[in-house]
């Protein structure tokens, strides 16, 4: 079970924390990513965290201003977010992830059940 937290409202140019609490074995060995769903819009990858060796990736739209990291003794995930703009507005998700081969080269997806997510609304 993923239960996010931390979302709110923010203003542009603010900062937020979302976490995620992670039950069930394993949580260290497993490559978590955070995603997020804007309103009308398909669900998009943001940030990933490897288990073993805490390899990120980011999505360009966020690099720079957005932290991915992990505390495994707490089984918990989170996503440092700086310099917020209002396209960062939505729904964010935290689960375990993989990657898919895609005609770009390849893509992330989660592979658990989604959670119930944080909202975080940036306003102007």
């Known amino acids: 079970q993923l239960v996010e937290s931390g979302g709110g409202l923010v203003q542009a140019g603010g900062s937020l924390r979302l976490s995620c609490a992670a039950s069930?074995?394993?949580?260290?060995?497993?490559?978590m990513a955070w995603f997020r769903q804007a309103p009308g819009k398909e669900r998009e990858f943001v940030a990933a965290i490897s288990g073993n060796d805490g390899r990120t990736w980011q999505a360009d739209s966020v690099k720079g201003r957005f932290t991915i990291s992990r505390d495994n003794g707490k089984n918990t995930l989170y996503l440092q977010m700086n310099s917020l703009l209002r396209a960062g507005s939505a729904v964010y998700y935290c689960?375990?992830?993989?990657?898919?081969?895609?005609?770009?080269?390849?893509?992330?997806?989660?592979?658990?059940?989604w959670g119930q997510g944080t909202m975080v609304t940036v306003s102007s």
């Open positions: 069930g074995r394993a949580f260290s060995t497993k490559t």
């Open positions: 689960n375990t992830a993989g990657t898919v081969a895609t005609v770009e080269g390849y893509g992330w997806r989660g592979l658990e059940a």
